[in-house]
């Protein structure tokens, strides 16, 4: 049985996998406090998951009708993310191991992206994972557990910070990507030409800082916006990003010969991008893997799930060697 903590970012998660693939998953979300400042504050992200992460954990293993005295392993998620934020659960996971003896595994927060897509379904090697995050829009080509190599990612904005700056635009509520989301189903997808970076290049890679810059001066030429231009932004906005991702994620596919195709990340839980990458895959005949929705924006559960590949080659108690680590890459070494 595992018991997993992310505090990577805004969102205080504590989560409880037991070897029956029984969970717990719990999020306490601090977008109430960030959304008044229009994004996260990272100080204050940091006191908050202070403030709640051991009732949450208490919680967890209360849903669980488990004991911290059954937990076989923690786990908790080093980096990438906020130093502040990150230092809180590194921190309480370190107290909670060191007092009850229990062994540590770190794990790499955008591994637990990746993997989140296949929890509970068969892991097939390789596989094309695309995570698109508030801090990522990569493209892996996950050749095992630990080999990662990255074909493509964004040379600026990532798509989701794309969909908050577009929302703070338009004058709509942090985070962006699921007002987006909702208000885009009433949209015109076709009434602006959003740019999409980096079409014409035949890399992998992708651009979003222009989508902003591009909506900025739609916005300040167009003056008052009604509630249909709003939705019209949003829908063209939405379609055109969503699209090029889908373009050079197939692309890639199909270069490196991969069968299956997986989306993970915050954005991942766009209801436009859902329906578009499944239905690419079905034309082309690749496979596409989403994950469950409470596990595409941050959660514990994919940090739980990843720290079960491995546990007795990842987990230590040498809790000393376990850090928080802000810009960690995909790949390293976590301890
Ligand atoms: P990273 O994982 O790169 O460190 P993060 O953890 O902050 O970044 P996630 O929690 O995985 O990112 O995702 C948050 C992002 O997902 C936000 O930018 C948010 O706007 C976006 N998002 C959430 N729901 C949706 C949606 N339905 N449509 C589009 N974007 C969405
Ligand atoms: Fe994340």
Redesign the pocket.
Known sequence: MILAFDT??DDTAVAVLKDNGNYVNLIASQIEVHKALGGVVPELAARKHAEVIAALTKEALHKAEAELSQIDFLSVTVG??LLPSLLVGVSFAKALAYSHSVPLIAVH??EG?IFAPFFKRELIFPFLSLVV????THLFLVKGVGEYEIIGKTLDD?V??A??KVARLLGLEY????V??RLSKTGDPYRFKIPQGLKHDKSYNFSFSGVKTYVKNLVNSMGNLSKSDISDIAASFQKASIDILVEKTFKAATEYGVKIVSIS???S??SYLREAFAEAGKQKGIEVVLPPREMT??NALMIAYRASFRPFEEATTEFSLIEAKPSIKVGSKLI
Do not use: L, Q, R
């Not at 985070?175 to 699921?178: D, E, V």
């Open positions: 990577s970012c990438p993310g927060h955008i992206h995050s508030g801090g990522h990532a989701g910070e969909f908050d985070p962006g990507g699921p987006i989301d990340g915050g954005v839980a766009n924006t941050d």
